[in-house]
């Protein structure tokens, strides 16, 4: 077996080619844009790499034929906040030969290890973890955009190198077409009418001021969170600008109390449902195609990216105001062809999270495992803490 670097046109093409050929009888796969794929992997594009680092392969067969890729890279913002400092592998891609996966494995282990790692987390994206990250083990069916997809034996190739659970990461599906709890609804109800909270959606020729109140709400949501970092406006920025074509203003909410932003809810279409048609490839052709299949209403799911709550308020119901204000946009006519949404991903570290996916009469559909791999095999893993 070879090993070969990605650092040209042609290995590039490569390492595109490796999941069409694993999923090419696979009916549940939805090809990611190669251009997006790309985009993670350019200094110019992804700000990870300010303060970090990857690198990427492909494995071929002595006849030249591919068996499989990898990716590793490093955050060195987030490295050294886990006990021990810790880098990562994702856009795994292997054949079932556990010989060609632990080839794989080793090479992102030891580039790790090479650059001062003693851990590494798979398989994980090289950015925010709410695209590419994670091991589908449960819940083998169309997987909501930006959620990873794998053949079932994928998990048994981590498992035998030697990874461990880190983490596990639930996603919920919750039938639109069938009434919320009449419990729930009383109380986003009451909520959503209370005269001291306001209720705002996303609004382009606003999005300083929006921008602003995300940040405010992450870092109120998320400075207690032991992996903590403030919030760069510029990723916003970025995220506003590069997801254009798919962001819906009238899917996106921020809370306030008294005019203090308190609350945020980012949903999504579920454009996987037209990625299924294009093949990974965005040309003429693919644009002409992505524009019709959004335009005749496709999509028929959504997913929740993002939703943060100020500790202070977590008690509030403010969560369920927010869903009440969500609700009358899609009894609009224009949102009606939405029939499921997708609450992805709620980790097992994170039970308040969990509780309000529940609370909505969503049910677990899907588990993706984040694994750690520790460079000293007399250790074990220490899962990731509950956050209370």
């Given at each position: 077996?070879?090993?070969?670097?990605?650092?040209?046109?042609?290995?590039?093409?490569?390492?595109?080619?490796?999941?069409?050929?694993?999923?090419?009888?696979?009916?549940?796969?939805?090809?990611?844009?190669?251009?997006?794929?790309?985009g993670?992997f350019?200094?110019?594009?992804?700000?990870t790499?300010?303060?970090?680092?990857?690198?990427?392969?492909?494995?071929?067969?002595?006849?030249?034929?591919?068996?499989?890729?990898?990716?590793?890279?490093?955050n060195?913002?987030?490295?050294?906040?886990?006990?021990?400092?810790?880098?990562?592998?994702g856009?795994?891609?292997?054949?079932?030969?556990?010989?060609?996966?632990?080839?794989?494995?080793?090479?992102?282990?030891?580039?790790?290890?090479?650059?001062?790692?003693?851990?590494?987390?798979?398989?994980?994206?090289?950015?925010?973890?709410?695209?590419?990250?994670?091991?589908?083990?449960?819940?083998?069916?169309?997987?909501?955009?930006?959620?990873?997809?794998?053949?079932?034996?994928?998990?048994?190739?981590?498992r035998?190198?030697?990874?461990?659970?880190?983490?596990?990461?639930?996603?919920?599906?919750?039938?639109?077409?069938?009434?919320?709890?009449?419990?729930?609804?009383?109380?986003?109800?009451?909520?959503?009418?209370?005269?001291?909270?306001?209720?705002?959606?996303?609004?382009?020729?606003?999005?300083?001021?929006?921008?602003?109140?995300?940040?405010?709400?992450?870092?109120?949501?998320?400075?207690?969170?032991?992996?903590?970092?403030?919030?760069?406006?510029?990723?916003?920025?970025?995220?506003?600008?590069?997801?254009?074509?798919?962001?819906?203003?009238k899917?996106?909410?921020?809370?306030?109390?008294?005019?203090?932003?308190?609350?945020?809810?980012?949903?999504?279409?579920?454009?996987?449902?037209?990625?299924?048609?294009?093949?990974?490839?965005?040309?003429?052709?693919?644009?002409?195609?992505?524009?019709?299949?959004?335009?005749?209403?496709?999509?028929?799911?959504?997913?929740i990216?993002?939703?943060?709550?100020?500790p202070k308020?977590?008690?509030?119901?403010?969560?369920?105001?927010?869903?009440?204000?969500?609700?009358?946009?899609?009894?609009?006519?224009?949102?009606?062809?939405?029939t499921?949404?997708?609450?992805?991903?709620?980790?097992?570290?994170?039970?308040?999270v969990?509780?309000?996916?529940?609370?909505?009469?969503?049910?677990?559909?899907?588990?993706?495992?984040?694994?750690?791999y520790?460079?000293?095999?007399?250790?074990?893993?220490?899962?990731?803490?509950?956050?209370?």
């Open positions: 077996m070879q090993l070969i670097e990605v650092k040209d046109k042609n290995t590039q093409k490569l390492f595109h080619k490796v999941p069409h050929l694993i999923y090419k009888d696979d009916k549940n796969w939805a090809a990611p844009l190669q251009g997006m794929v790309e993670i350019d200094p110019k594009k992804n700000k790499f300010r303060n970090g680092k990857a690198i990427r392969w492909v494995l071929l067969d002595e006849n030249g034929e591919l068996l499989g890729r990898i990716a590793a890279f490093i060195f913002n987030l490295a050294k906040t886990y006990e021990q400092p810790t880098g990562g592998c856009f795994f891609e292997c054949i079932n030969n556990q010989d060609a996966a632990n080839m794989l494995f080793n090479a992102a282990a030891e580039w790790n290890k090479q650059n001062g790692m003693e851990a590494m987390d798979g398989p994980i994206n090289f950015g925010e973890n709410y695209v590419n990250w994670g091991l589908l083990v449960k819940g083998f069916m169309p997987q909501g955009y930006g959620m990873p997809y794998n053949p079932e034996y994928y998990e048994q190739l981590f035998n190198f030697g990874f461990e659970i880190y983490f596990e990461q639930y996603s919920y599906h919750l039938d639109y077409t069938k009434p919320f709890p009449e419990r729930f609804w009383k109380i986003a109800e009451w909520v959503a009418k209370k005269p001291q909270y306001n209720f705002k959606h996303f609004d382009y020729s606003q999005t300083e001021e929006f921008v602003k109140d995300f940040c405010t709400v992450y870092d109120a949501a998320w400075s207690f969170h032991e992996h903590y970092k403030p919030l760069d406006p510029d990723d916003i920025y970025d995220f506003i600008n590069e997801s254009k074509a798919i962001l819906d203003p899917m996106i909410w921020f809370a306030y109390h008294e005019d203090r932003p308190i609350a945020l809810f980012v949903m999504i279409p579920d454009i996987n449902q037209i990625l299924l048609k294009l093949n990974g490839k965005l040309n003429l052709l693919g644009i002409l195609k992505f524009l019709y299949y959004k335009n005749t209403k496709t999509i028929n799911r959504t997913r990216l993002i939703m943060g709550i100020d308020y977590q008690r509030s119901g403010i969560e369920s105001g927010i869903f009440w204000q969500q609700e009358q946009i899609m009894k609009q006519k224009s949102h009606r062809h939405y499921e949404l997708e609450f992805s991903w709620a980790g097992d570290f994170n039970p308040k969990i509780a309000i996916y529940e609370a909505t009469g969503a049910k677990r559909a899907k588990t993706h495992y984040t694994m750690r520790l460079f000293d095999r007399s250790k074990k893993v220490k899962k990731a803490p509950v956050i209370n």
